[in-house]
């Protein structure tokens, strides 16, 4: 289950351009193929309903007029922390489903989008800030060496289980509002 997301933070604002009240929003956008979608949205739009109850974060999924779709949920850590939560669940609760009994489910997988000038604050000196998250949550990060075509970002793969995942994601969100 191959993820596209991409993180995109607002200009860093200080403190007092926010007057300190306001939570800083981020948005992050996931590429999925069509049948993640679905699990998503689920049976006449349950599930994405539920999503966007349960967490509070403002989901949009792009039209489905070719195999891929863009996810985009925007909202604060917290909001995207739980998103991230559900879907993992979601994704991970349909693994479990499809998968023989006695055979070891797969790790759920996302790869993030995330520009260049910010994978040296995820990585950290010597690979320490990275290897703190991995330490942490228990998920594997991997970030590519090369930057995507013709593009100023590099990816950045994320597998483990679904809570894993969740920690991950608010970790790297957290070293964007940083960096």
Excluded: W, Y
Excluded at 39 to 48: E, F, N, Q, R
Excluded at 89 to 114: A, C, S, W, Y
């Amino acid at each position: 289950m191959a993820t596209t997301l991409v993180a995109t933070v607002p200009e860093p604002a200080s403190p007092t351009q926010n007057g300190g009240n306001e939570p800083i929003m981020l948005t992050v956008r996931l590429i999925m193929q069509g049948k993640e979608v679905g699990s998503i949205i689920g049976k006449k739009g349950d599930h994405i309903k539920n999503i966007r109850e349960g967490s509070g974060a403002k989901i949009n999924i792009s039209d489905g007029s070719c195999p891929e779709r863009i996810v985009t949920i925007t909202g604060t850590i917290d909001t995207i922390h739980k998103a991230f939560e559900m879907i993992c669940n979601k994704f991970e609760e349909d693994l479990q489903n499809n998968q023989p009994q006695g055979v070891p489910r797969p790790p759920i997988t996302f790869r993030l989008i995330m520009p260049a000038s910010q994978c040296g604050s995820l990585i950290g000196k010597g690979g320490s800030k990275i290897k703190e998250i991995r330490e942490i949550t228990g998920a594997s990060i991997q970030v590519a060496s090369e930057m995507l075509p013709n593009s100023t970002e590099r990816a950045v793969t994320v597998s483990g289980t679904s809570d894993a995942l969740a920690q991950c994601i608010v970790h790297i969100c957290q070293v964007m509002l940083e960096d």
